[in-house]
């Protein structure tokens, strides 16, 4: 089993940053965590895809955050970030980190952390 704890969410401004982090327990492996991915939710709206890391380093990013959002990871502490730059209000949700393997489904979820954006 692995564990996902997300944190750093917060209330900010509309222009602002916040860095949330998703930090990983338990069997973690590059294996098990080969990608990790943050995911959004916005009240009433389906959960979306907000970009992913791969344990190279690799990443891939919604249209919506291109240019505003970047994902890193440091392997060593299994934790990955996102920062979240030139905020919007319509960027405002729960924000969800997942694992999977290299082949697969999403196996593993966070809790969740809240991102409000004010205009």
């Known amino acids: 089993q692995v564990q996902l704890v997300e944190s750093g969410g917060g209330l900010v401004q509309a222009g602002g940053s916040l860095r949330l982090s998703c930090t990983a327990s338990g069997r973690t492996s590059s294996s098990t965590i080969f990608t990790m991915v943050w995911f959004r939710q916005a009240p009433g709206k389906e959960r979306e895809f907000v970009g992913s890391?791969?344990?190279?380093?690799?990443?891939d990013y919604a249209d919506s955050v291109k240019g505003r959002f970047t994902i890193s990871r440091n392997n060593a502490k299994n934790t990955m970030y996102l920062d979240l730059n030139s905020l919007k209000p319509e960027d405002t949700g729960v924000y969800f980190c997942?694992?999977?393997?290299?082949?697969?489904?999403?196996?593993?979820w966070g809790q969740g952390t809240q991102v409000t954006v004010s205009s």
């Open positions: 997942a694992s999977k393997r290299v082949i697969g489904t999403y196996e593993y």
């Open positions: 890391i791969k344990w190279s380093g690799n990443t």
